[in-house]
């Protein structure tokens, strides 16, 4: 059962509802300097990134392409360590992070830092990025765009909320002792929570590989295993079963180049549900206003190259739809081959193949289908293909069900510590 404080007032600030009765409010300028210390001259090279899920890293340890920095950095903010950086325009979906690191980030973001700093900023650090208050920045937030990053993926629509507004924003200030408890609380309860993640995760992972050995193996060695290999010189498929062909692609498929379908509904490629009705991507629908004409046109069946193919593999088309002219739609000669197709083209293998077709060195890389399909794929016969699909829907539909189950799971576990660190740093709960 949690403990609560004594006595509790209205705190006067519509989002916050009830402190505690010894607890103050405050607005955020009037705790924190807006730093805008450009970096000129030069300071620093070591330029710092800011994610939702990892806060603020250094950019030179990235595991992405989608923070992107011009080569000059002059006009770049500085952060210090202990410094707050919060993306003026994702802040609402929880970019907002301390900063472990001396560094410069983009001129987009806010840095703030505490005027006095007898306060803890771990606190606030916690307390600016809960949901309750991204709620209020959404409120404050000037100015839609919905970003299609090319992946499939929708960026949520990005409301720049400006600084005047975020800083008269009222929060609570609880005494410094009382700071460091809630804390020291919150440290120790979410360790436990994110292990507890953790082990969850490693869970999904490790059937997300056994799902793909499945895929893998049956796609490229069959059903049989004691079936009689053959060598094949390819890197990527060292041999297959000896009976089966290889034939290059652009025998087995035509490239479709149809535009000029305006009146089609609009498509998203994705990585997880192959090619959709963009109104089926979880609601998240990207506004074309113009060049409708110029989109490419995608039929049931078609296989879509996209943008993040070469980490994902390529997808099929489940809707008929326009879609970016970027990317390369083609299709089968014969249709009644396309669900073993779908399968080899998500499989680790074929994804390694497609990592030797790409041209481009930045984000927005890009396969280039005139040498992808001079590449020979294995062929088996019809009836091997049913079979091996039948057994690949069997297997990985019970992989499916558990790693739904898991992430279910996963997902109230990080439900149940947003609540817990919100109730916390708003005084619902007492800890000390």
Same mark, same amino acid.
């Given at each position: 059962?949690?403990?609560?404080?004594?006595?509790?007032?209205?705190?006067?600030?519509?989002?916050?509802?009830?402190?505690?009765?010894?607890?103050?409010?405050?607005?955020?300028?009037?705790?924190?300097?807006?730093?805008?210390?450009?970096?000129?001259?030069?300071?620093?090279?070591?330029?710092?990134?800011?994610?939702?899920?990892?806060?603020?890293?250094?950019? &030179?340890? *990235?595991?992405?392409?989608?923070?992107?920095?011009?080569?000059?950095?002059?006009?770049?903010?500085?952060?210090?360590?202990?410094?707050?950086?919060?993306?003026?325009?994702?802040?609402?979906?929880?970019?907002?992070?301390?900063?472990?690191?001396?560094? #410069?980030? /983009?001129?987009?973001?806010?840095?703030?830092?505490?005027?006095?700093? &007898?306060?803890?900023?771990? @606190?606030?650090?916690?307390?600016?990025? $809960?949901? *309750?208050?991204?709620?209020?920045?959404?409120?404050?937030?000037?100015?839609?765009?919905?970003?299609?990053?090319?992946?499939?993926?929708?960026?949520?629509?990005?409301?720049?909320?400006?600084?005047?507004?975020?800083?008269?924003?009222?929060?609570?200030?609880?005494?410094?002792?009382?700071? +460091?408890? $809630?804390?020291?609380?919150?440290?120790?309860? #979410?360790?436990?929570?994110?292990?507890?993640?953790?082990?969850?995760?490693?869970?999904?992972?490790?059937?997300?590989?056994?799902?793909?050995?499945?895929?893998?193996?049956?796609?490229?060695?069959?059903?049989?295993?004691?079936?009689?290999?053959?060598?094949?010189?390819?890197?990527?498929?060292?041999?297959?079963?000896?009976?089966?062909?290889?034939?290059?692609?652009?025998?087995?498929?035509?490239?479709?180049?149809?535009?000029?379908?305006?009146?089609?509904?609009?498509?998203?490629?994705?990585?997880? +549900?192959?090619?959709?009705?963009?109104?089926?991507?979880?609601?998240?629908?990207?506004? !074309?206003?113009?060049?409708?004409?110029?989109? *490419?046109?995608?039929?049931?069946?078609?296989?879509?190259? +996209?943008?993040?193919?070469?980490?994902?593999?390529?997808?099929?088309?489940?809707?008929?739809?326009?879609?970016?002219?970027? @990317?390369? !739609?083609?299709?089968?000669?014969?249709? =009644?081959?396309?669900?073993?197709?779908?399968?080899?083209?998500?499989?680790?293998?074929? $994804?390694?193949?497609?990592?030797? #077709?790409? =041209?481009?060195?930045?984000?927005?890389?890009?396969?280039?289908?005139?040498?992808?399909?001079?590449?020979?794929?294995?062929?088996?016969?019809?009836?091997?293909?049913?079979?091996?699909?039948? @057994?690949?829907?069997?297997?990985? /539909?019970?992989?499916?069900?558990?790693?739904?189950?898991?992430?279910?799971?996963?997902?109230?576990?990080?439900? @149940?510590?947003?609540?817990?660190? /919100?109730?916390?740093? =708003?005084?619902?709960?007492? !800890? #000390?």
């Amino acid at each position: 059962m949690t403990q609560r404080y004594d006595t509790y007032k209205d705190s006067g600030v519509q989002w916050l509802g009830e402190i505690p009765g010894h607890w103050n409010c405050v607005r955020i300028k009037a705790l924190f300097l807006n730093i805008r210390e450009k970096n000129n001259p030069i300071q620093t090279e070591e330029r710092l990134s800011l994610s939702i899920d990892k806060g603020v890293t250094l950019y &030179s340890e *990235k595991t992405t392409n989608l923070d992107r920095f011009k080569e000059d950095c002059s006009q770049y903010l500085l952060a210090q360590e202990d410094d707050i950086v919060l993306n003026s325009m994702n802040m609402i979906v929880g970019a907002v992070g301390k900063s472990k690191y001396f560094g #410069c980030v /983009s001129p987009a973001y806010y840095v703030i830092r505490l005027r006095d700093t &007898s306060n803890y900023i771990d @606190y606030y650090s916690q307390l600016l990025n $809960i949901q *309750k208050i991204r709620d209020v920045y959404r409120i404050m937030g000037k100015g839609i765009m919905a970003i299609d990053r090319g992946d499939g993926k929708v960026n949520t629509c990005r409301l720049k909320v400006p600084y005047d507004s975020f800083g008269s924003i009222k929060i609570p200030l609880p005494p410094l002792s009382e700071q +460091h408890s $809630i804390v020291s609380y919150l440290d120790d309860k #979410c360790g436990k929570i994110d292990k507890m993640l953790e082990g969850k995760q490693k869970q999904i992972e490790l059937l997300a590989e056994m799902k793909q050995r499945i895929i893998a193996d049956a796609v490229t060695r069959g059903l049989n295993p004691e079936v009689k290999m053959k060598a094949t010189n390819i890197p990527w498929l060292p041999e297959i079963p000896e009976h089966w062909e290889l034939r290059k692609m652009k025998y087995l498929f035509r490239e479709r180049n149809e535009k000029n379908h305006p009146a089609e509904p609009m498509l998203s490629a994705t990585q997880t +549900h192959g090619v959709i009705l963009q109104s089926k991507y979880s609601g998240r629908v990207v506004v !074309v206003n113009t060049g409708f004409e110029g989109l *490419k046109l995608v039929k049931v069946g078609d296989f879509v190259i +996209h943008l993040r193919s070469f980490q994902g593999g390529i997808e099929l088309a489940h809707d008929q739809g326009i879609i970016s002219p970027a @990317y390369t !739609v083609f299709s089968l000669n014969d249709s =009644t081959q396309s669900d073993y197709f779908r399968y080899l083209f998500k499989s680790i293998p074929f $994804i390694d193949l497609l990592k030797t #077709c790409v =041209t481009g060195i930045r984000e927005g890389q890009n396969i280039n289908y005139a040498k992808l399909k001079q590449n020979r794929i294995p062929l088996p016969p019809l009836d091997e293909q049913r079979a091996i699909v039948s @057994y690949i829907t069997d297997k990985t /539909s019970k992989i499916d069900t558990l790693t739904l189950k898991l992430q279910k799971e996963i997902d109230s576990i990080k439900e @149940y510590k947003q609540r817990l660190i /919100s109730d916390v740093v =708003t005084g619902q709960i007492k !800890v #000390c």
